[in-house]
């Protein structure tokens, strides 16, 4: 096995042995990036030279008994939408081509002081508005999309160019590469983590998160970028429990929710069977599977573009004024389009979220977390625009990446993204686990049972 | 409220975006006002909630202190 193949936690544990050093591992991922790149596309940049410097510092600090904990000498790509410091951050547009910042993004900034090795800035569909990344391909088939807008990110921890990959989440921006990708992502609750120095999409939507290659990985990266940010207006200030702690304590009497409607209509047959078998091996793990109703369905995706489209015109305003034939096609037309929406409509999407809220924490009342399909198939075939469904419905491919992963936004609810399985192509099928607010924990330890009772999570993506 | 569906063609489209202080070239208005009515269809599915009292879920924390 070659390092870059490690997980986080694998590569960690061959670290602090001494017997892998952050410079071993870090010169294999900057191989595995050399070769897979002219056909994935993963980075906006790679930042070799710093990524080695970075390693050698960590090896000194190591060899030195300065071990920083289990990121530390870990490769780390990072979401172009993210500010770091002296490296180019365009949020992959040619209307940011120049913008370099001055300093990092506040979780790129805890995870550098934990010791992670940046090896590079990793793609985002414009901007992050968008679901398909168009820069970069799908590792399990470079054909297909990695979906976005985290793609980049997706693509290079699905292929070992990275062990973490950042990603921030307004509609399914880490969970759709995630699913579409093979890999582990956490779109953490509403406020968890700071989106300090993080361009924003929509500010009431926005979270940051992980995508890693299992769930393990995830709690360690929550727990170095979870906490309050007083400059970040969403962020709560509530404890921040080491979240490695409970993974392992099994799921036996916990209260699995499985949706009666929404997550799994307009759904293709493998992901609904993927799911509902990975739901009968929660079940066989002691959990006690229960129907529940999905309130305010027909609403969700009404409520998640009213506040979205908006809140991104708003903050586009002036660049789409002065720079607006710089965008992408699409990217411009959503933003002129959000010109367009009333503020009362604005609003009252507001209000049905509130109401949805509601609704949302009185299903919990009856389970601990939900569980459904990640994605409503697998990674579709580059340049597919619209799909159709056996009922003769055809629908975007945009508003179908989105469709299952928008509750979480709307809700703020913690949401876990992992493989339930492969089609018979090849390519990852996800599903999702949602929980309580704050309750990251409970998700990564269903998360956790899951996956140590099957073989589909942590592979690494053959580039073909 | 009326269910009439939301037009942004011709003379609509065109005052809706000086409204917004937004130039629109007829290439342009050709794929807004199409996308814009196709947006509106969704977003008037919110029109069938009884709203009464909900206040927005907006806040904001008044303390001066970081």
Not at chain 1, 34 to 51: H, I, K, N, R, Y
Not at chain 1, 155 to 165: D, E, I, L
Not at chain 1, 272 to 296: M, N, S
Not at chain 1, 359 to 371: N, R
Request: with cysteine; charged share 20%.
């Amino acid at each position: 096995m070659e390092p870059y193949e490690l997980s986080l936690s694998a590569a960690a544990a061959e670290i602090a042995a001494r017997r892998l050093s952050p410079v071993e591992l870090t010169e294999s991922v900057l191989d595995r990036i050399a070769a897979t790149e002219p056909a994935l596309g993963a980075f906006a940049c790679v930042t070799a030279d710093q990524a080695r410097k970075a390693a050698a510092q960590a090896e000194q600090e190591i060899a030195a008994g300065r071990y920083l904990g289990p990121l530390h000498g870990i490769p780390l790509g990072v979401k172009d939408l993210y500010d770091t410091a002296g490296v180019p951050a365009t949020s992959s547009s040619k209307v940011r081509a120049d913008h370099v910042p001055g300093t990092d993004a506040v979780a790129v900034e805890r995870l550098l002081a934990a010791g992670m090795v940046m090896v590079g800035k990793t793609h985002t569909h414009e901007f992050a508005y968008g679901a398909i990344t168009p820069t970069t391909r799908n590792p399990w088939d470079t054909g297909r999309i990695p979906g976005g807008s985290s793609g980049g990110s997706g693509a290079a921890v699905a292929a070992g160019t990275c062990m973490v990959g950042l990603g921030s989440d307004t509609a399914g921006s880490i969970r759709i590469p995630s699913s579409l990708c093979g890999t582990v992502g956490l779109k953490p609750t509403y406020g968890r983590a700071s989106r300090r120095g993080v361009a924003s999409l929509s500010w009431s939507l926005d979270h940051v998160g992980p995508l890693t290659r299992n769930v393990r990985d995830c709690a360690l990266v929550l727990n170095a970028i979870a906490g309050f940010d007083r400059l970040d207006p969403a962020t709560v200030d509530v404890p921040v429990p080491d979240y490695t702690t409970a993974l392992g304590e099994g799921i036996a009497g916990l209260r699995v929710g499985v949706p009666t409607n929404y997550f799994f209509d307009h759904v293709h047959e493998d992901v609904a069977a993927a799911v509902r078998t990975a739901l009968g091996v929660l079940e066989g793990l002691g959990a006690e599977l229960r129907e529940v109703a999905i309130p305010y369905a027909d609403q969700i995706l009404a409520a998640e573009w009213g506040i979205l489209l908006p809140e991104a015109s708003a903050y586009h305003q002036e660049m789409l004024r002065s720079s607006g034939d710089l965008y992408t096609d699409d990217v411009r037309l959503f933003l002129e389009v959000g010109e367009l929406v009333l503020a009362t409509d604005y609003i009252k999407a507001l209000r049905v979220r509130t109401l949805m809220q509601q609704a949302w924490a009185a299903m919990f009342d009856e389970i601990d977390v939900l569980v459904t399909p990640g994605m409503p198939f697998a990674a579709p075939e580059v340049g597919t625009t619209e799909v159709s469904w056996p009922d003769g419905i055809t629908e975007d491919v945009t508003t179908a990446l989105v469709r299952l992963t928008s509750p979480a936004n709307l809700t703020g609810l913690p949401t876990l993204a992992l493989p339930a399985g492969f089609d018979a192509a090849g390519l990852p099928l996800g599903m999702q686990v949602t929980g309580r607010p704050f309750d990251e924990a409970t998700v990564l330890r269903v998360g956790t049972a899951y996956e140590g009772a099957v073989d589909t999570v942590g592979r690494i993506a053959p580039v073909v | 409220m009326p269910t009439t569906p939301r037009s942004f063609a011709g003379e609509a489209l065109t005052h809706a975006a000086r409204t917004a202080r937004l130039e629109l070239n007829a290439e342009r208005a050709g794929l807004v006002g199409p996308t814009a009515e196709a947006i509106y269809a969704l977003i008037d599915r919110l029109d069938e909630v009884p709203l009464g009292e909900t206040p927005p879920a907006t806040a904001f924390d008044a303390r001066w202190e970081a």
